[in-house]
């Protein structure tokens, strides 16, 4: 009598596959995996998955190998040769712990010992109760991180951000992609965020990948309202900082369906899709428990890469992420100014192959301590924000958006009409000038702020002018 076969059979193939990153024989698997599945259906499950691009093949006949797919994840793919480049200048001073993960993470690949996926590494921490930064660090950049404004205690979420948004669209576009290998100067990306002029000579790809980032910060600076520390949230970013850079465009945020490989590394990050959505969930929801904006974003910052939830872009993923808790209490963001890649990727590699954070922590204070001498810097020159306008943001808002949907004329009549109760008499008349304002700076680029999409608009804008 046949066989069952196991459901998850092609999934087992798979996992058992990717313990040989050198391929493996149909000996070996069917060793394996004598117990399910008969010698000449393994052929035939091996042919399907091969011919889908799940696995690959090595040689003919009885010495062919079976092996993950050279999918080399484009993340951190600029790290491929960084054995030949150990004697690279590095410039940050590190702690001597950090010192010795650089050591290994130095070392010719073969002298460092394969790993894979060790989720004890994640089961040992508690949030708010297990801390990669220490309650003294994380008081130093809060002191370093808080606008000495006082007003931004009762600010809204998202007041900081938005407060420095031209600058922190074109610093952390440009860093950010610099870590990925990306050639554009930060004055090519200025002009390209403020003018739309991609630089001359550039790969569109580097462009393309310029403008993604482009689109998750102000995702998640003007709709801050929305974003968390959750899957919606961070599949969302995947989708905006991948579109257009998958060789699967279906994979654009979507959890990985398939392996992958880190370039230069010896870990071998988990495969199975059920695994790596049931983990996501869990690394999120650890992350939400934690109360510390610093511990919370460093702590994304490990777990995300390590996971390598999504097929490429991981590490831009867990960079912007990392900006959500900054964003969320008005301290200023993490831009990755002035980090070298060499440091930040020996970082990443200590945490993928020795489950140690002590390098990457070190990183990641530097990169915050020059990020707060440029945003903290920066707000201070700004004009302090108008104490009406703080107070009275939403009625403002909700007023704006019910002019335009209902299609009235901005006029002094209709606001006033309009001006809410909860709007105390000594200041209606400055929430009038300030509403009037907001109509006069209105267009089809800012009426998203308003929560009001294109169409509406463009038909109330089309009303008006004809009216007039």
């Avoid at 010698?39 to 010495?63: D, N, S, V, W, Y």
């Avoid at 390098?359 to 020159?381: G, K, M, P, T």
Wanted: glycine share 4%; proline share 6%.
């Amino acid at each position: 009598m046949p066989k069952k076969l196991p459901d998850d059979l092609n999934e087992r193939l798979e996992a058992r596959i990717a313990r040989y990153p050198e391929g493996a024989s149909i000996e070996e698997l069917h060793t394996a995996l004598a117990d399910v599945v008969s010698r000449r259906t393994l052929q035939r499950r091996l042919a399907e998955l091969a011919a889908a691009k799940r696995i690959a093949f090595l040689g003919k006949g009885p010495g062919r190998r079976y092996r993950q797919p050279r999918v080399i994840d484009a993340d951190i793919r600029e790290s491929a040769s960084i054995s030949d480049t150990l004697t690279a200048e590095v410039h940050l001073e590190v702690s001597p712990e950090a010192e010795e993960i650089r050591r290994y993470v130095r070392r010719v690949r073969q002298q460092r010992a394969p790993v894979s996926y060790q989720q004890s590494f994640l089961e040992q921490y508690t949030p708010n109760h297990t801390a990669y930064l220490p309650a003294s660090l994380r008081t130093q950049l809060y002191n370093l991180g808080r606008p000495a404004a006082a007003e931004m205690d009762e600010a809204p979420a998202g007041t900081f951000a938005r407060d420095i948004l031209d600058r922190l669209l074109i610093d952390l576009s440009w860093a950010s992609s610099q870590l990925e290998g990306n050639t554009y100067s930060r004055l090519d990306t200025e002009r390209l965020i403020e003018y739309g002029q991609a630089a001359a000579g550039k790969d569109a790809l580097e462009t393309q990948m310029i403008l993604n980032h482009k689109a998750a910060i102000e995702y998640l600076v003007r709709d801050i309202e929305h974003v968390g520390v959750n899957p919606e949230t961070l599949v969302a970013l995947h989708a905006f900082l991948s579109d257009g850079l998958m060789p699967d465009p279906a994979a654009c945020g979507r959890l990985r369906r398939r392996p992958v490989e880190i370039g230069g590394s010896v870990y071998l990050p988990i495969a199975l899709p059920q695994r790596i959505e049931e983990l996501f969930d869990v690394v999120l929801e650890m992350a939400a428990e934690i109360h510390d904006p610093f511990e919370q974003s460093f702590f994304l910052m490990v777990h995300l890469p390590y996971l390598q939830p999504f097929e490429d872009v991981n590490k831009r993923v867990s960079r912007l992420a990392a900006n959500i808790p900054f964003i969320q209490h008005n301290l200023s963001p993490l831009s990755f100014i002035d980090v070298a890649g060499q440091d930040y990727i020996e970082g990443l590699l200590g945490v993928y192959e020795l489950n140690r954070v002590d390098l990457l922590r070190d990183v990641f204070v530097h990169a915050y301590e020059r990020s707060c001498q440029q945003y903290v810097a920066v707000r201070q020159q700004l004009v302090p924000p108008d104490a009406v306008r703080l107070r009275y943001r939403k009625q403002l808002s909700t007023l704006v958006a019910a002019i335009v949907r209902n299609g009235a004329k901005a006029d002094p009549a209709t606001i006033s009409a309009q001006v809410p109760d909860t709007v105390a008499a000594e200041d209606r008349e400055r929430f009038i000038a300030l509403a009037t304002e907001e109509f006069h700076n209105l267009h089809s680029g800012n009426a998203i702020r308003f929560g009001l999409r294109p169409l509406e608009f463009a038909a109330w804008q089309k009303r008006n002018v004809s009216d007039d």
